[in-house]
């Protein structure tokens, strides 16, 4: 379906809605917002409080924004396209007010509303916490396609969970990171709508039991189960200017009443408690991505009340809408797997669609087989999901059967198509047998997807060279490649105001849905009023980020330097270590008076380490320490300035990316899947230094 492409006739109660709509002028903007301000947040004076001005501002824009999401919802229910469903345990969405007055394009009218009480739009949004439920590029990618996707009025929901503590905030303390919990949560989410009826059962433990259905034979039941209740909260995710507002839905782990009741009842007060305790644990933190932080429990616990809540929540909506009948299910339906992260949908469908809705093995496997598709992030092997059979085992056992028996069909599949290849039959086995036993995610994400991707040309080739060989030689029509892509709607038109007019007023505006006509700039390469324009756009963007440098951290930089950039997770294949020793080197040119030709330069560099990354975390403190020397040498006056940028989040690259000079993409070549931060320094006119990997390759082949 095309939600932008409803024929007019066919609208039903929308057309009512639609006649509805709230003004989007500066007057009833201002009215709505000072009624929530007054009467729901019981605030007295108006213009002192921006936090409250913040919300009561969301909260005007939610109404606004909840006809169009009942509308697109209304035209949902109706269409029979198929329906995309992300499935990841990560969104890094950032702050969404400023997404959502661009996207209504309401910039304009709210900054006149609070102009009214003479506060200024840029202040209130300053107040919005970054929703940060991702780790970095994963996580960001999923709330890039949350955006293109309304954009395209795409029928896509994402799937994930309402975490309470997101990605740690770091703080640096004698060059050292500490972690401290992001409560982001503290001061409420307004954008959420809690959605109790539609909460979902998540059954752990407990084992199977066989009875004789008289209809359909033999059926496996779960009993003697701990369950946990998964509630659902809908953030609105608005299309550009085009009446779409998709759903982020997000589960958040609650204990059930019947749970508690139980422990009561057996006369024990505090065990009741802790078991609250217990299942509210399950959407308490996003983990850190450390290899070291794998094999825990909890991890997979998280892995698995997203994937069956969602399941869940998708099939109970199949048969409100079509009954039991399941045959058209999966031409109706996909589930993109983000990572392997929730694979274990695999395995949950199965059970769903045979243990609960009756469905044979056949039938079952026929549907999940061509609904789930499964896209892969990274090479690095340490990186590749494995869980121990025994956890496995008694956290999930009737999902660990499922894998057994979807594993003893598909090792027959390997034996027709390799006789008597053992080494082959154990290598591309869904259970490791080396050392302990364990399940290996990935394989059991391939055996079940009709569709398995890479997300850059060169990843996807090292993967079907490398990593999934054995599978691509089985199935190569399986695998493709999906190279990555960022909003250009936040991160150039939103982010870089004026390199945004520059662009618009030389070509137009309909960049801002079809990047491609970027190419009509070309033309004006040697104009000199536009190049004028442009270098003083990036003056006043370096401007702005210096001025952020200098409240964060003390350090005033000098806007005509170059601004030489690296920001991302901490990682020794990302080779800041490379950035450092390249400082050094500038530093020791300059001392020794070797100096000539060399640019003046500021060197910039952000990222957080997972927090059990010894090696990455020495990064942090070593960059700290050269910058510093650097700094304090007066023989570096106006050559050379260095810094170590804390807590680079969304929020922070949105000013960044649209200040670089030169962006540093100088990852080991085959270690990058992809990258997104590449895209975003080059659609704000940074030149870009970086080896041959990841999507750097395509880059370069597009822009020369
Ligand atoms: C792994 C783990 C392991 C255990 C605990 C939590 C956790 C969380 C995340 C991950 C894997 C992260 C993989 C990832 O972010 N890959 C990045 O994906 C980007 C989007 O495709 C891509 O641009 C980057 O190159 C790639 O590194």
Not at 49 to 59: H, K, R, S
Not at 121 to 144: I, K, P, S
């Amino acid at each position: 379906m095309n939600v932008l492409n409803e024929p007019e006739s066919n609208t039903g109660s929308l057309e009512f809605l639609q006649k509805s709509q709230l003004g989007m002028d500066s007057e009833s903007l201002l009215a709505d917002l000072s009624r929530y301000y007054t009467r729901m947040l019981g605030r007295r004076t108006l213009r002192t409080d921006t936090p409250f001005l913040y919300q009561a501002l969301v909260y005007a824009l939610r109404d606004r924004l909840m006809e169009r999401w009942n509308d697109t919802n209304i035209v949902l229910e109706r269409d029979k396209a198929r329906r995309a469903h992300y499935l990841s345990m990560e969104y890094l969405m950032g702050r969404l007010l400023h997404n959502a007055l661009y996207s209504l394009d309401a910039v304009g009218a709210s900054s006149d509303a609070l102009e009214a009480l003479g506060v200024e739009l840029a202040l209130v949004e300053e107040a919005e916490h970054d929703a940060g439920l991702g780790n970095g590029g994963l996580g960001r990618l999923a709330a890039c396609f949350l955006d293109s996707c309304a954009t395209l009025g795409l029928p896509m929901i994402g799937y994930g969970l309402r975490y309470q503590y997101g990605m740690f905030r770091q703080k640096i303390v004698d060059g050292f990171q500490i972690e401290e919990p992001d409560l982001w949560l503290r001061d409420g989410f307004p954008w959420e709508i809690q959605r109790l009826e539609l909460a979902r059962t998540i059954r752990f433990g407990g084992h199977t039991q066989i009875i004789q259905d008289p209809d359909r034979g033999e059926r496996h039941m779960l009993v003697d189960t701990r369950d946990v209740l998964a509630v659902p909260y809908d953030v609105p995710v608005p299309g550009y200017r085009n009446g779409v507002v998709n759903t982020l839905r997000l589960w958040s782990a609650e204990a059930t009443d019947e749970f508690d009741l139980e422990e009561f009842n057996a006369g024990s007060y505090t065990e009741a408690v802790e078991a609250k305790t217990a299942a509210e644990n399950i959407s308490m933190v996003l983990y850190p991505n450390t290899a070291t932080e794998s094999g825990h429990e909890l991890r997979l616990k998280q892995q698995y009340f997203l994937a069956s809540a969602s399941l869940q929540d998708v099939l109970a909506d199949w048969h409100k809408r079509y009954g039991e009948d399941l045959t058209e299910f999966a031409s109706r339906n996909c589930f993109q797997l983000n990572d392997t992260h929730p694979a274990v949908a695999v395995a949950e469908l199965m059970r769903l669609l045979m243990d609960e809705h009756g469905l044979s093995w056949d039938s079952a496997w026929h549907i999940t087989r061509s609904c789930m598709a499964y896209t892969n992030h990274t090479l690095l092997p340490e990186a590749l999901e494995t869980w121990p059979v025994p956890l496995f085992e008694r956290l999930l056992p009737r999902i660990m059967e499922i894998i057994y028996e979807i594993n003893a069909r598909f090792l027959d599949e390997v034996s027709i198509h390799w006789p008597g290849d053992n080494a082959r039959m154990r290598r591309m086995s869904l259970i490791d047998e080396n050392g302990g036993r364990s399940v290996r995610m990935a394989y059991l994400a391939i055996v079940g997807s009709y569709s398995v991707n890479g997300v850059a040309a060169l990843h996807s080739r090292l993967l079907t060279e490398g990593l999934f060989r054995d599978f691509a030689e089985l199935w190569p029509e399986k695998f493709n490649n999906k190279t990555n892509g960022v909003t250009q709607r936040r991160w150039l038109a939103a982010c870089n105001a004026p390199l945004s007019r520059l662009i618009t007023d030389t070509i137009g505006d309909r960049w801002v849905t079809d990047l491609d006509l970027l190419e009509g700039l070309r033309e004006h390469v040697n104009d000199t009023d536009f190049r004028e324009r442009w270098r003083a756009a990036k003056l006043a963007n370096k401007q702005r980020l210096a001025d952020m440098v200098l409240e964060r951290t003390g350090l005033a930089l000098d806007t005509s330097m170059l601004f030489d950039v690296q920001v991302k997770r901490i990682h020794e294949y990302k080779r800041q270590l490379l950035n450092v020793l390249h400082a050094i080197h500038l530093y020791d040119r300059i001392r020794r008076g070797h100096d000539e030709g060399l640019v003046p330069r500021a060197i910039i560099i952000g990222g957080k380490a997972a927090p059990g990354y010894v090696m990455a975390k020495n990064f942090i403190k070593l960059i700290g320490n050269v910058a510093r020397v650097i700094n304090n040498d007066p023989a570096m006056r106006g050559k050379l300035q260095m810094v170590f940028y804390p807590d680079y989040n969304v929020t922070a690259m949105e000013a960044i990316c649209a200040a670089a000079d030169l962006s540093e993409q100088i990852s080991t070549a085959g270690k990058e899947a992809s990258g997104t931060g590449n895209m975003k320094f080059m659609m704000n006119g940074a030149i870009t230094i970086g080896t041959l990997d990841g999507a750097n390759v395509e880059i370069r082949e597009a822009v020369g």
